[in-house]
C-alpha cells in the first residue's frame, strides 16, 4: 500500500524558512518523481513543483521560483521542500504527491498524503 | 502559468448525467494528451479520477469518463450518485515542463 506522510509544516513569520518532509512507502521510491501541490485555505489547487526519480530535474511554479528549493532522498524513500523567503500568500496546506511517470515535468499525481499546515503570519 | 478554466459549479440530480469542462491554451490541454481529473471531498486528499485524457485508474468507476478537443478537456460523470458531490480540478502538462490545475468546479447533487 502506497503511503505519504507530510511533516514540518507550522507556523513561520514572513520572511522565515520551513523544512517540509514527505516519506514515502509502499513503492519503490527512486522509480518515481514526486511532486508538491498546495492549497491555500478555501482556494483551488497549485501545483509548487516537482522533481524526477533520478537524474535530479527539477521544476518550479513561477510563484516559487527562486525561494522554494525541492530536494529528495532515495536511501531514506524522503522528498523535501525547502522553503526561504516565507510570505503571507504561501499559506496553505501542502501534500507530497507520487507520480504516475516522468514525462520530462510531473504530469499526474496518482497518490497523494494527507497534507500538512503552513501558515505565515507574524 | 494561468490556471485552466473551469466552471465554479455545477449540479445534477441522481441517475443524471453531467460534464465538467476544463479549458486552456495550446501550451497545455492543446499542446499534450496529459489531463488528469482529481476529486477532492472536504477536507480530504484529492483523488486521481482520470489521467491522459480519458485513462481510468484500477479501482475507478466507468461512471467517469473524459475527452479532449482542441484546447478544452471534459469530465464527464453519469449516474450521479450522492458520493460524486465533491470538488473537481482538471490538470494539464505544460511545454514549461510544469503542470497547471483549473480553479475547480463545485459538484452538487440535487
Known amino acids: 500500500e502506497v503511503k505519504l506522510l507530510e511533516s514540518g509544516g507550522g507556523l513561520v513569520l514572513p520572511g522565515g524558512s520551513l523544512r517540509l518532509s514527505c516519506a514515502a512507502s509502499?513503492?519503490?521510491?527512486?522509480?518515481?518523481?514526486m511532486g508538491w501541490v498546495r492549497q491555500a485555505p478555501g482556494k483551488g489547487l497549485e501545483w509548487v513543483s516537482g522533481m524526477s526519480g533520478i537524474n535530479d530535474i527539477t521544476n518550479y511554479a513561477d510563484s516559487v521560483k527562486g525561494r522554494f528549493t525541492i530536494s529528495r532522498d532515495n536511501s531514506k524513500n524522503t522528498l523535501y521542500l525547502q522553503m526561504n523567503s516565507l510570505r503571507a500568500e504561501d499559506t496553505a496546506l501542502y501534500f507530497c504527491a507520487k507520480d504516475h511517470r516522468w514525462v520530462g515535468g510531473t504530469a499526474t499525481f496518482d497518490y497523494w498524503g494527507q497534507g500538512t499546515l503552513v501558515t505565515v503570519s507574524s | 502559468q494561468s490556471a485552466l478554466t473551469q466552471p465554479a459549479s455545477v449540479s445534477g440530480s441522481p441517475g443524471q448525467s453531467i460534464t465538467i469542462s476544463c479549458t486552456g491554451t495550446?501550451?497545455?490541454?492543446?499542446?499534450?494528451?496529459?489531463v488528469s481529473w482529481y476529486q477532492q471531498h472536504p477536507g480530504k486528499a484529492p483523488k486521481l479520477m482520470i489521467y491522459?485524457?480519458?485513462k481510468r485508474p484500477s479501482g475507478v468507476s466507468n461512471r467517469f469518463s473524459g475527452s479532449k478537443s482542441g484546447n478544452t478537456a471534459s469530465l464527464t460523470i453519469s449516474g450521479l450518485q450522492a458520493e460524486d458531490e465533491a470538488d473537481y480540478y482538471c490538470?494539464?502538462?505544460?511545454?514549461?515542463?510544469?503542470?497547471?490545475f483549473g480553479g475547480g468546479t463545485k459538484l452538487t447533487v440535487l
Open positions: 491522459d485524457v480519458s
Open positions: 509502499g513503492f519503490t521510491f527512486s522509480s518515481y518523481a
Open positions: 495550446s501550451s497545455d490541454v492543446g499542446g499534450y494528451n496529459y
Open positions: 490538470s494539464s502538462y505544460t511545454t514549461s515542463s510544469t503542470l497547471v
